[in-house]
C-alpha cells in the first residue's frame, strides 16, 4: 500500500510516507470493513459530542456524520506529524494499526491536542493520547493535533479518516 520512498511535500509528516487518494475508494473486504468500523464509531462519537456545550453554534446541530475520507501513514524513526487542523472534515480520527516501542517517559509517538502550528505565548496543549495498537481516536476536525517524534527503528503505520456531515 505504501509505494512512496518519501513523505509528500503538501502533508504534515515528517520521516514517513502517505497513501496517495481515498482508501476507501479501494475494492477490498479489509478496507470496506475498515470503513464499516469507522462509520459505526463515528455515529457513536457523534451521539457523545453532540451532548456538550460546544463553542461553534452549528457543532451540535449536525444529525450524522460519514467517513467519507481515509488513507494510511508509515512513519519511520524520528517520525512525526507538524500541528495542523483538518479544515473539510467533521470529525477527524487515527486508528494506531502498529508500533514501535515508544519511550513513556518521553511521550514518544503521542497524539497532542491543542498546539498550533503558530507562535503562541504559552503551551496550549490540553490533552496527550497514548498510542496503543487497536486504538481509534476521534476529535473534532477543528482541534490541532500533532505527534510527538519517536526514535525505535520499526515503523508506525496508522489509518486516519475524516468524516463530513450529512
Same mark, same amino acid.
Given at each position: 500500500?505504501?509505494?512512496?520512498? *518519501?513523505?509528500?511535500?503538501?502533508? !504534515?509528516?515528517?520521516? +514517513? &510516507?502517505? &497513501?496517495? @487518494?481515498?482508501?476507501?475508494?479501494? *475494492?477490498?473486504?479489509?478496507?470496506? #470493513? ?5 462509520? /459505526? %464509531? @463515528? ?11 460546544? $463553542? ?12 467519507? %475520507?481515509? /488513507? ?8 512525526? %506529524?507538524?500541528? %495542523?487542523? #483538518?479544515?473539510? +472534515? /467533521? ?6 494499526? *502498529?508500533?514501535?516501542?515508544? =519511550? ?19 503551551? &496550549? ?5 497514548? $498510542? ?7 476529535? $473534532?476536525?477543528?482541534?490541532?493535533? +500533532? !505527534?510527538?517524534?519517536?526514535?525505535? =527503528?520499526? $515503523? ?7 468524516? &463530513?456531515?450529512?
Amino acid at each position: 500500500m505504501h509505494q512512496s520512498l *518519501q513523505a509528500p511535500l503538501e502533508q !504534515t509528516l515528517h520521516h +514517513g &510516507t502517505q &497513501t496517495g @487518494g481515498n482508501l476507501f475508494a479501494r *475494492q477490498h473486504p479489509l478496507i470496506e #470493513h475498515l470503513q464499516q468500523q469507522f462509520n /459505526w %464509531h @463515528g455515529a457513536q462519537a457523534h451521539q457523545q459530542f453532540s451532548r456538550l456545550p460546544s $463553542p461553534y453554534a452549528d457543532f451540535n446541530k449536525v444529525s450524522q456524520c460519514r467517513a467519507e %475520507h481515509a /488513507w494510511s501513514v508509515n512513519l519511520q524513526s524520528g517520525g512525526y %506529524h507538524n500541528n %495542523h487542523i #483538518h479544515p473539510m +472534515g /467533521w470529525l477527524s480520527s487515527v486508528c494506531y494499526i *502498529q508500533l514501535p516501542q515508544l =519511550n513513556d517517559e518521553q511521550q514518544e509517538g503521542y497524539l497532542n491536542f491543542g498546539q498550533p502550528n503558530f507562535q503562541v505565548q504559552q503551551n &496550549t496543549v490540553f490533552a496527550k493520547v497514548k $498510542p496503543e495498537a487497536g486504538k481509534l481516536v476521534i476529535f $473534532p476536525s477543528f482541534f490541532w493535533h +500533532g !505527534t510527538t517524534p519517536f526514535s525505535d =527503528n520499526q $515503523p508506525r503505520l496508522t489509518v486516519a479518516c475524516d468524516f &463530513t456531515k450529512d
